[in-house]
Antibody, heavy 127, light 108 residues
Framework: QVQLQESGPGLVKPSETLSLTCAVS????????WSWIRQPPGKGLEWIDY???????NYNPSLKSRVTISVDTSKNQFSLTVTSVTAADTAVYYC?????????????????????WGKGTTVTVSS | DIQMTQSPSSLSASVGDRVTITCRAS??????LNWYQQKPGKAPKLLIY???ILQSGVPSRFSGGGTGTDFTLTISSLQSEDFATYFC??????????FGGGTTVEIK
């Protein structure tokens, strides 16, 4: 089955750019939607973005001006870039697969849910 | 953005107890509601999607309900491995997949 593994620098200086990668195994990165989620220390989950299998992207409005998600099919991975980081970007960053499924509940609807997660990578923003 | 509010933020319970966690959306979201479980130091795990559909492999003591703005996650008989933090997430607005603040279930 699909497994995900995040990788990144661990420590980033304020105002610099953070780049993270999520390696996909057990499946093709071209076949699914993918997302990044983060969790500041001791806090809840914050959805960052997702990218569809056709390359369409959606971003958290509060982060939209600073984040980019992209897919590299040659390496079977996807990436997150966050520019102009501050201490508020310190968090555990998770990558996840977004399942997009049509179901009949009280009508036919398309549901999004994150069914496979990486273990997370800790990013600290500090000088 | 659609705001998701969970209550309580934490609760204490004993093994064997029936536990119910509530999630409220700031607007109607139909059944576009997912539940996740997170244990300390671990990634979240999908429990329920579309408000009431149990993810494969999740024990049947977990159940979800609700529609519109009010949702529940119920654990029928709490087990030791269920002590964790639970998050709801709405997927009605796919432009912003917001999470609730979390509910921590602690041992009494």
């Amino acid at each position: 089955q699909v497994q995900l593994q995040e990788s990144g620098p661990g420590l980033v200086k304020p105002s610099e750019t953070l780049s993270l990668t999520c390696a996909v195994s057990g499946g093709s990165v071209s076949s699914y939607y993918w997302s990044w989620i983060r969790q500041p220390p001791g806090k809840g989950l914050e959805w960052i973005d997702y990218i569809s299998n056709s390359g369409t992207t959606n971003y958290n409005p509060s982060l939209k001006s600073r984040v980019t998600i992209s897919v590299d099919t040659s390496k079977n991975q996807f990436s997150l870039t966050v520019t102009s980081v501050t201490a508020a970007d310190t968090a555990v960053y998770y990558c996840a697969r977004v399942m997009v499924t049509s179901l009949k509940t009280d009508g036919y609807y398309t549901y999004y849910y994150m069914d496979v997660w990486g273990k997370g990578t800790t990013v600290t923003v500090s000088s | 953005d659609i705001q998701m509010t969970q209550s309580p933020s934490s609760l204490s319970a004993s093994v064997g107890d029936r536990v119910t966690i509530t999630c409220r959306a700031s607007q109607s979201i139909g059944t576009f509601l997912n539940w996740y479980q997170q244990k300390p130091g671990k990634a979240p795990k999908l429990l329920i999607y579309a408000a009431f559909i149990l993810q494969s492999g999740v024990p049947s003591r977990f159940s979800g309900g609700g529609t519109g703005t009010d949702f529940t996650l119920t654990i029928s008989s709490l087990q030791s491995e269920d002590f964790a933090t639970y998050f709801c997430q709405q997927s009605y607005s796919t432009l912003a997949l917001t999470f609730g603040g979390g509910t921590t279930v602690e041992i009494k």
